[in-house]
């Protein structure tokens, strides 16, 4: 008899955890002997202090496999009801078109990219968010775009912050609200209003004048459906020196006059409309136009055009020395993470219906308002307003009987009117859509008509004013006037890809940014209807496979991180830090000292934490490392001393982000807490703890989880993102909650202690809910021993790859016995002195080797911040060094001499196509040397098509629309 593998073996087969994890058990023990250990045990017991190790397993479910994953989120899922939504409130139904939803939202070429700080390597999505600029200059009349903010109401926050800077009134300290802006809006805007110290006025709009104001926020069109007459209102606050900020649908802007072209100086509003499902909250880009005179204090990423080497356009992240890298605590704002896979998807849909088709969509919108208008006025139903673009606001009198009848019939009103009801039209609302409300709203047998109804209207006057129908165009150019054949669309999405580098080419190794394997089977459910077609105001019955899917992963979360509470509400890390400050500053508020604001962050920090810290006013006191890269223990402790007495907090980073488990954190916070003050462990660099250890029994009191780094969310070339922060119960009370609807707490003190009443820091109650069934099911598939082999192999790829560099470039910084936790530093400055070779050239020659750069002079200048990950195999780890070992060899040969400086294949990377297939060729290395320089690239080569760009070039000839076909002739 031959033996037989047992059953469990022949079971283990099927485990997530050995596709998420890329080294086999035989490679990491080969790995584990380039290090001197005999196993990964032995490596995690010599890299991570003993003093902050768990003690036991995480309370966590054994690891489930893809099949029983999916299975039981269906059957979550299947608790979530879709109604047809009617809430409007900026979150409307959409059709995606599949075209764009399959190749761009379901597309790994698309979702696991990076952000565009390697503009060679990402024109394609450079060029989509270029267009979505395009889109928003077009629809708002403005000048001048921003490529994507989080929500309309945190970009509302941010108009608020423009309208500070940009003011003339400079004594005026009340920013004014329009009493018809979304709830969500003005609750987001309060808070950070309460911030900054501003006060906040909500009134009728045309009150805006009568008090001391420097801006003011008007909804065009307004909450409950009226078309405002803004002209006047914008010019009344601009006559006060105020700055005149409208918030708008994007949709109806194809009907209705943009603002700009109205005078406004600001314009935001959320994009979700263009093609985004609406997730129950997000996510979805929200979009920012101002003027020309304003682009200095624009907030979030601007896309420009520039030039590469060569003289073709290109394009580029422009002025980015307005943004918290560079300016950190006098950034415009702290946005890193934004939406730009959202805004992409946005603008492809304004690519693929083009001008025409999006006036059809907005006019039939709008139809259906007036025909729903116009049957309700038949039959002696009162209407609120006698202007709208899509929303039909109604008297109710018997407003009970109706919502009986809507809740049988799963329609969703907007509900929360006294005496009133309202309903939205939207793009998937059909005449049987239209009949069905008037079955609801008038009960069966009312006789009504759709086309009798639609004969009416078409003679009837317009419910748009004529001073604020659209004149202007929009999107004339040619990007949007090409592409409306399936064929035609799908080729352009495909053009725009392969100019991109994602995951699925190879590793993106970049520190601090944790670009771990995005499973199939996470992204999965997100593109499910029972989770992308909810309301994020839908009554709670509807939503209860929410409920239970974020009370999970909540729960989950809280065990990982050793907190009490958590907050899913903020949509990025750096929304998560602000959330985390508000709750440090109100729990010293609580106890009276209103004077506690300096907030204490190490030279080494990332620039959202300074920037974060400026949001919440409190005052930066940067404190030093040592040389081994170390926050100064001494240095914090004299700072902490010294501001003894207006102490806030530490934002500390852990491991550190030089990339070191310092055997001092718990000392630390101690030294921190004995000050009085709170400490904010920045959570970015969860992927070396989980498991491990956590901030929370390291000492931490709050911390933000960006779970698009350690959680497997997708970066999706730059969003989105997710930021939840967890906190010890003393700071419970003062987590986030939402004005329209209240959130649901988990873990401990979750009811008795939360505070019913805080102010919302997003425009929805759970953030980006649609994308959390990603983070549930990474965390289900590993379970706690995968969780746990996650991290320990994130830091036996690091150390394998430190190891294996180390013997060409130095390790700039090492901890407790010589190891690096999940990422190491690569030390180029020695190289430049005796080569006058970059980090940038060395960044760009990658690029023709196949690869993404690592994190570029970050956090300290001059050098490469690499992290590999668990989820990279040892081949292609390898493959990785032998490139930079490679490069390492060019190198030599311009110390040497063989090349100049100037003539050598490091200064002119990376090479297109076009460049080696130059007939001019003349440089000191061949053409093929300078394309395929090894031969793993043979077998996978990626073009970048553009040579290098010109950054200087293109901040001093700002261009950020579209360039004109003739640009690309010359
Ligand atoms: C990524 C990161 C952040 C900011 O997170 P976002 O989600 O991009 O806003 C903050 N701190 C550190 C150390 C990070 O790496």
Not at 190 to 219: H, S
Request: with cysteine; hydrophobic share 40%; aromatic share 8%.
């Amino acid at each position: 008899m031959t033996e037989k593998t047992s059953l469990q073996q022949l079971e283990q087969h099927d485990i997530f955890i050995r596709r998420h994890i890329g080294p086999s058990e035989a490679e990491q023990l080969e790995m584990c002997k380039t290090l001197g250990v005999s196993s990964v045990e032995e490596l995690i017991g010599q890299t991570v202090p003993g003093s902050i190790r768990l003690p036991q397993e995480m309370n966590l479910d054994d690891a489930k496999t893809e099949e029983q994953t999916l299975a039981y989120l269906k059957t979550v899922a299947g608790e979530n009801k879709i109604a047809k939504s009617y809430i409007g409130l900026g979150y409307h139904p959409v059709s995606v078109p599949n075209v764009i939803l399959r190749n761009v939202l379901e597309n790994p070429g698309w979702y696991t990219a990076y952000t565009p700080y390697q503009p060679e390597i990402a024109q394609g999505r450079l060029e989509a968010l270029l267009n979505f600029q395009q889109v928003t200059i077009d629809l708002t009349g403005l000048d001048l775009a921003s490529a994507s903010l989080l929500d309309e109401a945190t970009a509302a926050a941010e108009a608020m912050g423009l309208a500070r800077r940009v003011s003339k009134a400079k004594k005026a300290n009340i920013f004014f609200i329009g009493n018809d802006v979304y709830p969500q809006t003005i609750d987001v805007v309060k808070t950070r209003a309460e911030m900054f110290g501003f006060e906040i006025v909500v009134d009728a709009p045309e009150k805006a004048v009568d008090y001391e104001i420097f801006g003011a926020l008007f909804q065009y069109t307004g909450a409950e459906g009226q078309v405002n007459d803004i002209k006047p209102l914008i010019e009344a606050v601009q006559a006060n020196k105020g700055v005149a900020i409208v918030a708008a649908d994007i949709m109806s802007l194809l009907m209705l006059e943009g603002p700009g072209h109205l005078g406004a100086d600001a314009v935001l509003g959320s994009a979700q409309r263009f093609g985004v499902p609406m997730g129950y909250g997000g996510p979805h880009a929200a979009f920012f136009a101002t003027s020309d005179k304003h682009k200095r204090s624009l907030p979030g990423r601007i896309i420009g055009v520039s030039k590469d080497r060569r003289g073709n356009p290109a394009l580029r992240m422009a002025m980015q020395t307005r943004e918290q890298h560079i300016r950190r605590e006098k950034a415009n704002s702290n946005i890193c993470t934004a939406q730009v896979l959202l805004a992409n998807m946005a603008s492809f849909y304004a690519v693929y219906h083009g001008p025409q088709g999006l006036k059809a969509i907005a006019n039939r919108i709008h139809r259906f308002a007036d025909i729903f208008a116009a049957g309700l006025k038949a039959k002696g139903v009162a209407l609120v307003n006698n202007s709208w673009f899509d929303t039909i606001t109604f008297v109710a009198d018997n407003k009970d009987e109706i919502l009986a009848r809507a809740k049988s019939k799963l329609v969703n009103f907007r509900t929360d009117l006294d005496g009133k009801l309202s309903a939205t039209m939207h793009e998937t609302v059909t005449r049987e859509c239209v009949l069905e409300l008037f079955d609801v709203v008038l009960g069966e047998g009312h006789g009504l008509d759709i086309a009798e109804l639609d004969a009416q209207v078409i003679n009837a006057d317009s419910s748009i004013p004529a001073a604020y129908a659209r004149k202007t165009d929009v999107l004339t150019h040619k990007v949007f006037n090409s592409y409306h054949s399936e064929t035609e669309m799908l080729r352009y999405i495909r053009r725009l890809e392969g100019k991109d580098l994602s995951l699925n080419h190879s590793m993106i190794s970049l520190g601090s940014c944790t670009m771990k394997l995005n499973a199939t089977a996470e992204m999965i459910p997100v593109t499910w209807p029972e989770f992308g077609n909810l309301h994020p105001f839908c009554p709670a019955d509807q939503a209860q496979g929410y409920s239970k899917m974020i009370g999970e992963l909540s729960e989950q979360l809280i065990e990982i991180t050793g907190y009490d509470n958590i907050s899913m509400q903020p949509n990025s890390g750096a929304q998560g830090e602000y959330a985390g400050l508000i709750a440090i500053r109100k729990y010293h508020e609580s106890r009276n000292d209103h004077h506690r604001n300096i907030c204490l962050i190490p030279s080494s920090a990332h620039g959202t934490n300074p920037a974060s810290a400026q949001m919440a006013s409190m005052k930066v006191v940067v404190t030093a490392c040592d040389e081994n890269g170390n926050v100064d223990i001494a240095d914090l402790k004299a700072k902490a001393e010294e501001h003894s007495e207006n102490l806030s907090c530490v934002m500390i980073t852990y491991p550190s982000t030089h990339g070191i488990y310092e055997e001092t954190i718990k000392e630390a916070c101690e030294i921190v807490h004995a000050n009085g003050g709170q400490v904010y462990m920045d959570g970015a660099n969860m992927n070396a703890q989980v498991g491990l250890t956590s901030p929370g029994s390291i000492g931490s009191d709050v911390s933000h989880l960006n779970l698009h780094k350690t959680f497997c969310i997708p970066h999706g070339g730059g969003g989105p993102g997710m930021g939840p922060i967890g906190v010890k119960s003393h700071l419970a009370p003062f987590l986030p909650n939402h004005v329209v609807t209240k959130v649901e707490f988990i873990g401990k003190n979750a009811i008795e202690n939360v505070g019913i009443d805080n102010g919302a820091v997003s425009a929805a109650p759970y953030g980006s809910a649609g994308i959390l069934p990603i983070s549930w099911a990474y965390i289900a598939m590993m379970g706690k021993i995968g969780l746990r082999q996650a991290t320990q192999v994130a830091i036996l790829n690091a150390n394998y790859v430190a190891e294996r560099l180390s013997a060409h470039y130095p390790i700039l910084y090492r901890g407790r016995n010589d190891r690096v936790a999940h990422e190491c530093i690569v030390d180029l400055r020695p190289l430049k002195d005796s080569s006058g070779i970059s980090e940038m050239d060395i960044a760009k020659r990658l690029n023709d080797y196949g690869f993404h750069s690592p994190t570029m002079s970050f956090p300290v200048a001059g050098t490469l911040m690499i992290e590999p990950t668990e989820s990279e195999a040892k081949v292609e780890l390898d493959r990785f060094v032998d490139a930079l070992v490679a490069i390492r060899g060019e190198i030599s040969k311009i110390e040497n001499g063989q090349w100049t400086l100037e003539n050598n294949p490091l200064v002119f990377a990376p090479h297109t196509a076009e460049d080696v297939l130059d007939p001019t060729w003349d440089r000191a290395y061949a053409r093929d040397y300078a394309a395929f320089p090894c031969e793993s690239v043979k077998l996978n080569k990626f073009w970048p098509t553009v040579t290098r760009i010109d950054d200087v070039y293109g901040d001093r000839n700002l261009i950020c629309s579209c360039p004109s076909i003739d640009t690309y002739k010359d």
